[in-house]
């Protein structure tokens, strides 16, 4: 059975940073992208910066130059690196791993940042 755990969230003050963490077990993703996706009470979910198998990245234009996503492929494991936190960067974190035509969910992690 394929689980993904996220770690690393909390509340944290406008300008600190966060580590989130997701493994993936009950299978291996080597071939397939890793992600993290956010969502807030009320608002569609969105793509928060995606990394290929092959190490490529992207980005929502809002975090740009503030997250960076990296990925242990050993490990089965995606990371987002959250610096300068901002306010409207609250909300629960969703990490997603794809294999095959399938894309695989976490439970999510609740970041808060305070102003």
């Known amino acids: 059975q394929v689980q993904l755990v996220e770690s690393g969230g909390g509340l944290v003050q406008a300008g600190g940073s966060l580590r989130l963490s997701c493994t993936a077990s009950?299978?291996?993703?080597?071939?397939?992208?890793m992600g993290w996706y956010r969502q807030n009470s009320g608002k569609q979910r969105e793509l928060v910066a995606r990394?290929?198998?092959?190490?490529?990245?992207n980005y929502v234009d809002s975090v740009k130059g503030r997250f960076t996503i990296s990925r242990d492929t050993a490990k089965n494991t995606v990371y987002l690196q959250m610096n300068n936190l901002k306010p409207e960067d609250t909300a629960v974190y969703y990490c997603?791993?794809?294999?095959?035509?399938?894309?695989?969910w976490g439970q999510g992690t609740q970041v808060t940042v305070s102003s």
């Open positions: 009950g299978g291996t993703f080597t071939s397939g992208a």
């Open positions: 990394i290929s198998s092959g190490g490529d990245t």
């Open positions: 997603s791993a794809a294999r095959g035509l399938y894309t695989y």
